[in-house]
């Protein structure tokens, strides 16, 4: 540690007129002190006031920069040195050097600037104020051959990428035709693993929606759901599960949902319903949140229900009755309450037996299952008397309905309780059942 202590005094002495070379020795023993026990060297760091110096040595003329940065990248690495770093006033030069060419530089500007703001949404906002978005996008493209410089934008992306704030700047770049290009290329799964944690969270932006869908994003998650949909090893599985969530991310979209949709015509639509005959549970479900997605707009409702949709959705729930996965009866029933919402596709689910398929599940205990249960046959019977009065005659229907008005612990399920109740008997020209009316649930 005495060399430490002689290249500290060193550098803080001569860093305005000592030569490059000197610089380096100085820098060199640094790092190969910060190698051997950081925590311990970087509080000598601290300490000798040598940070300051760095501010002003931080410049792109400068053959030391690179090493410059890698000191304050590894400094960084420790909490209790990122205060420091800030109030040394590191930030601003370090943003100004992600405007240069050097690879290395740009490299360990990177890291640097990531180790000092990691885990720190004020920091990162100051990034994003400063403009380092459209500089590290810009930087992705031009850089996209160096498998290092690349791996430093992603992550920082994805650390940016959980601001909200963020997403407004990402959304004015082409960060979605880098990201589908860049994930095109890749092979590994680790590599794609890290391409897909930065297209979540930017996917949760209508207009970033657009751009991948555009940019040709969905192209390359169907072929993942294909290469990896017959296979048991646990990086396929994970990339299916990974690949179907963001599909279905993207139809949350109103743009791109209608655009994957093109009239019911859209080969990507078509594919999509095909998910729900797979045997995966992971694709069934994927699919039945995707039909709920499109059947957002009263317009794909009564399209897909007129073309068979609803028989495939109910084979779909015959397959989970008896133990079925819960989830996959959640999206299923999600599915079947959206497509149930035009006026026009009431009769016609209603006489392709959706109360009978759906009241199969009222035996369930989960409160998501029974909660969509309630508003899929609420939405059936509105306006529809003659099925309003059947349902009020089935007796173990106002029995759970009479149990679920007092499910204090589930307020959605009381409540979607109560409302079906009431529309029961405001729909039904009949008595309901004295149990139902007289009920306190039923105001």
């Not at 133990?323 to 006026?343: E, F, K």
Request: include cysteine; charged fraction near 25%.
């Amino acid at each position: 540690m005495d060399n430490l202590s002689d290249a500290l005094k060193k550098l803080k002495i001569t860093a305005v007129d000592s030569t490059a070379d000197s610089l380096e020795g100085c820098l060199d023993c640094l790092l190969q002190a910060l190698a051997q026990n950081n925590t311990e060297t970087s509080e000598k760091i601290q300490k000798s006031g040598i940070l300051q110096v760095f501010a002003s040595l931080l410049t792109p003329q400068s053959s030391c920069t690179a090493k410059i940065a890698n000191v304050i990248a590894e400094v960084a690495k420790n909490e209790f040195m990122r205060n420091p770093c800030v109030d040394a006033g590191l930030i601003p030069p370090l943003v100004q050097l992600l405007n240069c060419k050097d690879q290395d530089v740009l490299l360990q500007t990177g890291r640097a600037l990531g180790n000092i703001c990691y885990d720190s949404h004020t920091l990162q906002s100051q990034l994003i104020n400063m403009g380092v978005i459209p500089t590290l996008v810009k930087l992705l493209g031009i850089h996209c051959q160096n498998s290092a410089l690349t791996e430093m934008c992603l992550v920082a992306f994805g650390n940016l990428a959980e601001l909200e704030s963020s997403k407004e700047q990402f959304a004015y770049t082409n960060i979605a035709e880098e990201l589908v290009k860049l994930f095109k290329k890749q092979i590994e799964h680790d590599k794609k693993e890290m391409i897909f944690e930065v297209l979540a969270p930017l996917a949760e932006n209508d207009i970033i929606k657009l751009q991948l869908v555009e940019a040709g994003l969905v192209e390359c998650l169907l072929e993942i759901v294909q290469k990896t949909v017959d296979s048991d090893k646990e990086d396929d599985i994970a990339e299916l599960k990974t690949a179907s969530d963001l599909m279905v991310l993207l139809l949350l979209g109103d743009e791109s949902m209608q655009k994957l949709f093109e009239g019911g015509k859209g080969s990507v639509f078509q594919r999509v319903l095909l998910w729900i005959l797979s045997n995966s549970h992971q694709l069934q479900l994927a699919g039945a949140l995707a039909i709920a997605n499109f059947a957002r707009n009263d317009g794909n409702c009564i399209h897909m229900v007129d073309n068979g949709i609803v028989q495939k959705l109910m084979d779909l729930l015959d397959r989970h009755v008896e133990d079925g996965n819960v989830t996959v009866q959640h999206a299923a029933l999600s599915a079947l309450r959206n497509l149930a919402i035009p006026v026009v596709n009431k009769a016609k689910m209603l006489s392709a037996g959706v109360a009978e398929a759906v009241l199969k599940f009222l035996r369930s205990e989960m409160p998501p299952v029974q909660f969509k249960l309630l508003g899929t046959l609420r939405m059936l019977i509105d306006a529809q008397a003659e099925a309003a009065e059947q349902l009020g005659k089935n007796v173990k229907l106002v029995e759970r309905l009479v149990e679920w008005c007092e499910a204090k612990d589930h307020a959605g399920v009381m409540g979607e309780s109560n409302r079906l109740l009431s529309a029961l008997i405001r729909h039904s020209k009949s008595k309901v059942s004295d149990s139902c009316k007289n009920h306190k649930a039923v105001q």
